[in-house]
């Protein structure tokens, strides 16, 4: 490929730019992935304690409603559950990582006072209560953990081929014409050095 580029000066000037700039570009992609790796790991860290504390958090809901229901009857906890309301409002906010758009979500209020009467209900079901906004709190944000994870990796996917691109193709290809062109070049330039002796030298022989 570097035979095909026309060995002049004003070419060698543009090589050496494009090869200085392709450099420059490969370092800059380098140090964004190796950041987007940074991330990607702590945000993979982030989601498996996530899960280890829902599950924890899962399992000591379930048995504060199994408490409820033996204590006050699964009819009468399935009607005050009817009558929550859902939880609709998440706040979600987006931070930008080298480019990559990452959600968070603002921490439901897991202390919030039920809704309905404490007349007639036990202890457990109040404690069931607010472990399972804790659980819709952990899931949320294991939502956005996981969709981090996802654009991150997607993100470290196009920049390690653009990188690759760069270190494999353009940069050997800017190296190659480069040593091309100054290769002609020299030898141009041995070329019209012997060319000059010999003028020279018939110059002399004529006098």
Known sequence: ??????PTR????RMVRAASLAQKGHDLLERKRQILMMEL????????NLQREMASVFADAYK??????????????EDIAMAVPEEEDFII???SIMGVEIPEIDPIDASLKPSYSFYGTSGSLDIAYSAFRRVLELISRLAAVETSVYRLAVQIKKT??????LEKVAIPFYKSSIAYIENVLEEGEREDIVRMKKAKENLEKKK
Do not use: C, P, W, Y
Request: aromatic share 0%.
């Open 1 to 6: 490929m570097a035979s095909k580029v026309t």
């Open 10 to 13: 004003g070419a060698l000037m």
């Open 41 to 48: 790991v702590k945000h993979i860290d982030d989601a498996k």
């Open 64 to 77: 504060a409603l199994e408490r409820a229901n033996i204590s006050m009857g699964i009819d009468v906890v």
């Open 93 to 95: 906010r987006l931070k």
């Open 160 to 165: 390690h081929k653009r990188v690759n691109a």
